[in-house]
């Protein structure tokens, strides 16, 4: 399969606080992993492409300050949410590019993100 | 930037019932993927079609790529309490980093 695991599953924090989401590929390795957010009965938005070794590219409109990625390993990309705040409240999923024969992506279990 | 249009939005069918989905767009895509969401997970994958006017079946799930690669759809025969769920149709052109152009989404609630 071309599992991927995200932790925590679901995190609640204070305001001003920063959170940090773990994206692992479990048996695959993954140069590239995507973040992912969505509301409720929405669709997802891309936030950002992860690459193992390099900076991550941002979509517009993304603040790469607000939303730290690092992509230090094959199989590790992680998000860290800086200074949350109530708006930051989200669905967060990641997702990685697996051994498919078409280079699909597979997602995370996704992380439930709650900012009081 | 692509857009994907899925249609309807939500869809509400009572067990047995034949149900279609579209997902249409002005671009040309490498690839087209079909996904399904629960609440509180991830999108699960489900078919990737590639070559213009390609069917694929999966049990009582059909989808269609369109000739010009432009658009898809989903049709569920027979459908079951267990086919409820966010159904999502996704584009994805190879140049462009396998990046996923996602549709808006279906809802779509089957009834016992």
């Known amino acids: 399969g071309a599992v991927v695991s995200q932790h925590p599953s679901r995190v609640i924090c204070k305001s001003g606080t920063s959170v940090k989401i773990e994206c692992r590929s479990l048996?695959?390795?993954?140069?590239?992993m995507f973040w992912y957010r969505q509301f409720p009965k929405q669709s997802l938005m891309l936030m950002a492409t992860?690459?193992?070794?390099?900076?991550?590219?941002?979509e517009q409109g993304v603040e790469k300050d607000k939303f730290l990625i690092n992509h230090a390993s094959l199989t590790l990309s992680t998000l860290t949410v800086t200074s949350a705040h109530p708006e930051d409240s989200s669905f967060y999923i990641c997702?990685?590019?697996?051994?498919?024969?078409?280079?699909?992506?597979?997602f995370g279990p996704g992380t439930r993100l709650t900012v009081l | 930037t692509q857009l994907l249009e899925q249609s309807p939005q939500f869809l509400s069918i009572q067990e047995g019932e034949n149900l279609t989905v579209y997902c249409n767009s002005s671009?040309?895509?490498?690839?087209l993927q079909w996904y399904r969401q629960e609440p509180g997970e991830g999108p699960v994958l489900l078919v990737t079609?590639?070559?213009?006017?390609e069917v694929k079946k999966l049990k009582r799930l059909t989808f269609q790529f369109g000739d010009a690669r432009k658009d898809s759809s989903l049709h569920i025969t027979a459908a079951q309490p267990g086919d409820t769920g966010l159904y999502l149709c996704?584009?994805?052109?190879?140049?462009?980093?396998?990046?996923?152009?996602f549709g808006a989404g279906t809802t779509v609630t089957v009834r016992a």
């Open positions: 079609v590639v070559t213009g006017g």
């Open positions: 992860s690459n193992e070794g390099s900076k991550a590219t941002y």
């Open positions: 048996d695959f390795q993954a140069t590239t």
């Open positions: 996704a584009g994805v052109n190879y140049s462009n980093d396998y990046k996923l152009s």
């Open positions: 997702s990685a590019i697996g051994a498919g024969a078409y280079n699909e992506q597979f």
């Open positions: 671009s040309v895509f490498s690839s």
